[in-house]
T-cell receptor
Framework: DAGVIQSPRHEVTEMGQEVTLRCKPI?????LFWYRQTMMRGLELLIY????????DSGMPEDRFSAKMPNASFSTLKIQPSEPRDSAVYFC?????????????FGPGTRLLVL | AQSVTQPDIHITVSEGASLELRCNYS??????LFWYVQSPGQGLQLLLK??????LVQGIKGFEAEFKRSQSSFNLRKPSVHWSDAAEYFC?????????????FGTGTRLLVSP
Protein backbone atom coordinates (compact mmCIF):
# COMPACT_ATOMS: atom_id res chain seq x y z
CA ASP A 1 0.00 0.00 0.00
CA ALA A 2 1.13 3.51 -0.73
CA GLY A 3 1.85 5.59 2.32
CA VAL A 4 1.03 9.23 2.81
CA ILE A 5 1.98 11.16 -0.30
CA GLN A 6 3.07 14.78 -0.21
CA SER A 7 3.91 17.15 -3.00
CA PRO A 8 6.05 18.90 -3.80
CA ARG A 9 8.98 17.44 -1.88
CA HIS A 10 10.87 20.71 -2.14
CA GLU A 11 9.64 24.23 -2.74
CA VAL A 12 11.63 27.40 -3.08
CA THR A 13 9.71 30.63 -3.40
CA GLU A 14 10.07 34.32 -2.85
CA MET A 15 8.58 36.28 -0.03
CA GLY A 16 5.04 37.35 -0.78
CA GLN A 17 4.24 34.48 -3.08
CA GLU A 18 1.47 31.97 -2.47
CA VAL A 19 2.54 28.47 -1.56
CA THR A 20 0.32 25.40 -1.73
CA LEU A 21 1.34 22.11 -0.19
CA ARG A 22 -0.56 18.96 -1.02
CA CYS A 23 -1.25 15.72 0.80
CA LYS A 24 -2.89 12.44 -0.08
CA PRO A 25 -3.59 10.38 3.05
CA ILE A 26 -3.57 6.61 3.25
CA UNK A 27 -6.74 5.26 1.71
CA UNK A 28 -9.42 4.63 4.32
CA UNK A 29 -7.88 6.79 7.00
CA UNK A 30 -10.28 9.25 8.56
CA UNK A 31 -7.89 11.59 10.34
CA LEU A 32 -5.44 13.92 8.65
CA PHE A 33 -2.85 16.08 10.35
CA TRP A 34 -0.57 18.90 9.23
CA TYR A 35 2.67 19.49 11.16
CA ARG A 36 5.52 21.95 10.84
CA GLN A 37 9.08 21.14 11.85
CA THR A 38 11.73 23.77 12.51
CA MET A 39 14.99 23.77 14.40
CA MET A 40 13.73 26.40 16.81
CA ARG A 41 10.26 25.04 17.60
CA GLY A 42 10.56 21.35 16.80
CA LEU A 43 7.52 19.49 15.52
CA GLU A 44 4.25 21.38 15.91
CA LEU A 45 0.73 20.30 15.10
CA LEU A 46 -0.91 22.94 12.92
CA ILE A 47 -4.35 21.52 12.23
CA TYR A 48 -6.15 18.22 12.00
CA UNK A 49 -9.24 16.96 10.22
CA UNK A 50 -11.67 14.15 10.96
CA UNK A 51 -13.80 12.92 8.08
CA UNK A 52 -12.74 15.98 6.07
CA UNK A 53 -13.89 18.42 8.76
CA UNK A 54 -11.35 20.64 10.53
CA UNK A 55 -11.42 19.74 14.23
CA UNK A 56 -8.67 21.84 15.74
CA ASP A 57 -6.77 24.60 14.01
CA SER A 58 -5.36 26.18 17.16
CA GLY A 59 -1.85 25.49 15.98
CA MET A 60 -2.17 27.47 12.76
CA PRO A 61 0.25 30.35 13.28
CA GLU A 62 -1.76 33.15 11.69
CA ASP A 63 -4.29 34.07 9.08
CA ARG A 64 -1.79 33.67 6.30
CA PHE A 65 -2.14 29.92 6.78
CA SER A 66 -5.18 27.99 5.66
CA ALA A 67 -5.95 24.32 5.17
CA LYS A 68 -8.67 22.50 3.34
CA MET A 69 -9.77 18.94 2.85
CA PRO A 70 -12.28 18.84 0.00
CA ASN A 71 -12.50 15.05 0.04
CA ALA A 72 -11.18 12.03 1.87
CA SER A 73 -8.16 11.64 -0.39
CA PHE A 74 -6.80 15.15 -0.65
CA SER A 75 -5.79 18.07 1.54
CA THR A 76 -3.96 21.32 0.99
CA LEU A 77 -2.07 23.70 3.22
CA LYS A 78 -1.78 27.17 1.78
CA ILE A 79 0.39 30.08 2.84
CA GLN A 80 -0.49 33.45 1.39
CA PRO A 81 1.57 35.57 1.45
CA SER A 82 4.63 33.57 2.38
CA GLU A 83 7.40 34.97 4.59
CA PRO A 84 10.97 33.82 5.23
CA ARG A 85 10.01 32.68 8.74
CA ASP A 86 7.67 30.13 7.17
CA SER A 87 10.69 28.18 5.96
CA ALA A 88 10.36 24.73 7.49
CA VAL A 89 9.56 21.12 6.72
CA TYR A 90 5.82 20.52 6.57
CA PHE A 91 4.55 17.03 7.27
CA CYS A 92 1.20 15.50 6.62
CA UNK A 93 0.10 12.45 8.60
CA UNK A 94 -2.99 10.30 8.59
CA UNK A 95 -4.55 7.73 10.89
CA UNK A 96 -7.53 5.47 11.29
CA UNK A 97 -9.47 5.85 14.50
CA UNK A 98 -10.92 3.02 16.50
CA UNK A 99 -9.95 0.42 19.04
CA UNK A 100 -7.54 2.65 20.91
CA UNK A 101 -4.70 1.61 18.64
CA UNK A 102 -4.50 4.69 16.50
CA UNK A 103 -1.16 5.42 14.92
CA UNK A 104 -0.24 8.44 12.88
CA UNK A 105 1.55 7.65 9.63
CA PHE A 106 3.72 10.44 8.32
CA GLY A 107 4.50 11.46 4.80
CA PRO A 108 8.04 12.32 3.66
CA GLY A 109 7.46 16.04 4.13
CA THR A 110 7.73 19.15 2.00
CA ARG A 111 10.83 21.24 2.57
CA LEU A 112 9.85 24.87 2.07
CA LEU A 113 12.34 27.69 1.65
CA VAL A 114 11.03 31.23 1.42
CA LEU A 115 13.62 33.72 0.23
CA ALA B 1 1.31 22.89 31.09
CA GLN B 2 1.66 19.56 29.38
CA SER B 3 5.17 18.89 28.16
CA VAL B 4 7.56 16.26 26.91
CA THR B 5 11.25 16.41 27.73
CA GLN B 6 14.05 14.65 25.95
CA PRO B 7 17.08 15.82 27.90
CA ASP B 8 19.73 14.57 25.50
CA ILE B 9 20.11 16.52 22.28
CA HIS B 10 22.86 14.28 20.93
CA ILE B 11 24.05 10.82 21.90
CA THR B 12 26.96 8.90 20.41
CA VAL B 13 27.07 5.15 20.82
CA SER B 14 29.52 2.61 19.49
CA GLU B 15 28.14 0.04 17.12
CA GLY B 16 27.16 -3.03 19.09
CA ALA B 17 26.77 -1.15 22.34
CA SER B 18 23.50 -0.74 24.19
CA LEU B 19 21.35 2.37 23.92
CA GLU B 20 18.94 4.18 26.17
CA LEU B 21 17.17 7.38 25.16
CA ARG B 22 15.33 9.27 27.85
CA CYS B 23 11.85 10.73 27.76
CA ASN B 24 9.91 12.38 30.56
CA TYR B 25 6.46 13.84 30.39
CA SER B 26 4.36 16.14 32.49
CA UNK B 27 0.66 15.34 32.47
CA UNK B 28 -2.12 14.99 35.00
CA UNK B 29 -2.86 11.42 33.97
CA UNK B 30 -1.07 8.72 32.04
CA UNK B 31 -1.17 9.71 28.39
CA UNK B 32 -0.68 7.61 25.32
CA LEU B 33 3.08 7.34 24.70
CA PHE B 34 4.97 6.94 21.43
CA TRP B 35 8.48 6.77 20.06
CA TYR B 36 9.11 7.79 16.47
CA VAL B 37 12.31 7.71 14.41
CA GLN B 38 13.23 10.12 11.64
CA SER B 39 16.01 9.34 9.20
CA PRO B 40 17.56 12.26 7.30
CA GLY B 41 15.19 13.67 4.71
CA GLN B 42 12.43 11.29 5.72
CA GLY B 43 9.16 11.43 7.58
CA LEU B 44 8.61 9.98 11.02
CA GLN B 45 8.20 6.25 11.47
CA LEU B 46 6.54 4.77 14.53
CA LEU B 47 8.83 2.51 16.57
CA LEU B 48 6.44 1.59 19.36
CA LYS B 49 3.56 2.83 21.46
CA UNK B 50 2.07 2.38 24.91
CA UNK B 51 -1.62 2.72 25.64
CA UNK B 52 -2.12 0.45 28.65
CA UNK B 53 -1.22 -2.96 30.06
CA UNK B 54 2.31 -4.34 30.16
CA UNK B 55 4.69 -1.49 30.89
CA LEU B 56 7.47 -3.00 28.76
CA VAL B 57 6.63 -2.47 25.13
CA GLN B 58 8.34 -4.14 22.18
CA GLY B 59 8.67 -2.30 18.91
CA ILE B 60 10.18 -2.66 15.48
CA LYS B 61 13.88 -2.88 14.68
CA GLY B 62 14.68 -4.45 18.05
CA PHE B 63 13.64 -1.45 20.14
CA GLU B 64 11.75 -1.57 23.40
CA ALA B 65 10.53 1.01 25.88
CA GLU B 66 9.49 0.89 29.48
CA PHE B 67 6.77 3.01 30.99
CA LYS B 68 7.46 4.00 34.59
CA ARG B 69 4.51 5.82 36.11
CA SER B 70 6.38 6.82 39.27
CA GLN B 71 9.03 8.57 37.22
CA SER B 72 6.75 9.84 34.43
CA SER B 73 9.21 8.32 32.02
CA PHE B 74 9.10 6.29 28.83
CA ASN B 75 12.71 5.50 27.96
CA LEU B 76 13.66 3.81 24.72
CA ARG B 77 16.23 1.02 24.72
CA LYS B 78 18.06 -1.25 22.34
CA PRO B 79 20.55 -3.90 23.47
CA SER B 80 22.87 -3.66 20.47
CA VAL B 81 22.96 -0.65 18.16
CA HIS B 82 23.55 -0.97 14.43
CA TRP B 83 25.01 1.74 12.21
CA SER B 84 21.64 2.00 10.46
CA ASP B 85 20.07 3.17 13.73
CA ALA B 86 21.72 6.57 13.34
CA ALA B 87 18.76 8.95 13.13
CA GLU B 88 16.72 11.35 15.21
CA TYR B 89 14.35 9.91 17.78
CA PHE B 90 11.23 11.63 19.04
CA CYS B 91 9.15 10.85 22.07
CA UNK B 92 5.52 11.92 21.84
CA UNK B 93 2.54 11.91 24.14
CA UNK B 94 -1.18 12.06 23.45
CA UNK B 95 -3.37 13.18 26.33
CA UNK B 96 -6.07 10.71 27.32
CA UNK B 97 -8.84 13.26 26.88
CA UNK B 98 -7.96 13.77 23.22
CA UNK B 99 -6.67 10.26 22.57
CA UNK B 100 -4.00 10.28 19.95
CA UNK B 101 -5.05 13.33 18.03
CA UNK B 102 -3.08 16.12 19.59
CA UNK B 103 0.32 14.58 19.93
CA UNK B 104 2.96 16.66 21.66
CA PHE B 105 6.48 15.86 20.56
CA GLY B 106 9.73 16.20 22.41
CA THR B 107 12.58 18.11 20.84
CA GLY B 108 14.27 14.94 19.70
CA THR B 109 17.55 13.13 20.36
CA ARG B 110 20.01 12.71 17.53
CA LEU B 111 21.77 9.36 17.68
CA LEU B 112 25.22 9.01 16.17
CA VAL B 113 26.73 5.55 15.83
CA SER B 114 30.51 5.25 15.80
CA PRO B 115 32.36 2.30 14.25
Amino acid sequence: DAGVIQSPRHEVTEMGQEVTLRCKPISGHDYLFWYRQTMMRGLELLIYFNNNVPIDDSGMPEDRFSAKMPNASFSTLKIQPSEPRDSAVYFCASSLAGGGQETQYFGPGTRLLVL
Amino acid sequence: AQSVTQPDIHITVSEGASLELRCNYSYGATPYLFWYVQSPGQGLQLLLKYFSGDTLVQGIKGFEAEFKRSQSSFNLRKPSVHWSDAAEYFCAVGPMNTGFQKLVFGTGTRLLVSP
